[in-house]
């Protein structure tokens, strides 16, 4: 392979890619209020008539009907509120009901043996859901270096999402204050069930 070639982009399958695209999705909606650009991207969303296209489908047709300063209200209900949103997304809240325990600082080490940092303007806990999206869409995509083997997503995963990003999701769709994020909600349900199954089905 020529020099030129191997520092390109790495290029991976259209199958991770779409993956990576997907937690990299969730993870700016769930990171803060969409704007109009970012409703009007989700609206234009199409899906098969598999469960999670049609979940899609769903959450475009609720965008499509969206208007930021409302969508901007109901995440401000959900997630920040006086003193606190209606949901914590945290894996440390959800693991053990407190804040800023056990799983976060496994997930800090994990993260320092990767090369991922949090962002200078970021002052969440890195254990929340928007942040875990994003770094599991950069494993796969190589943003953190070369794109990351099936065992080590698999590994991240299991250890970080897994145990309870789905029950997020589901709370999530559940929640009083949803409305858009309700079919947020249920997007990444089906698509933790997607990759769950996924990784018990690979070997390693």
Known sequence: MSEALMSETPEIAEE??????LYDFLGLLLAGPPDRTLLAKTAGL??????LG?????????????????VESEFNALFIGLGRGELLP???YYLTGFLNEKPLAGLRRDMAARGMTRAE????????IASLMEMMGGMIRGRFGAPAPLADQKTFYARHIG???GHFYTDLEAAKNSV???SVGA???VFMEIEAEGFRMSAG
């Open 121 to 128: 303007n970021v002052y969440e806990p890195e254990d929340n």
């Open 54 to 70: 049609t979940a899609i489908r769903a959450l475009a047709r609720i965008a499509s009907l969206s208007r930021p300063r409302t």
């Open 46 to 51: 199409t899906g098969d008539d598999s469960e």
């Open 90 to 92: 945290y894996a440390s």
């Open 163 to 165: 145990p309870w990003a």
């Open 180 to 182: 858009l994020y309700a």
């Open 187 to 189: 997007v990444g349900r």
């Open 16 to 21: 991770d890619r779409l993956r990576a695209d």
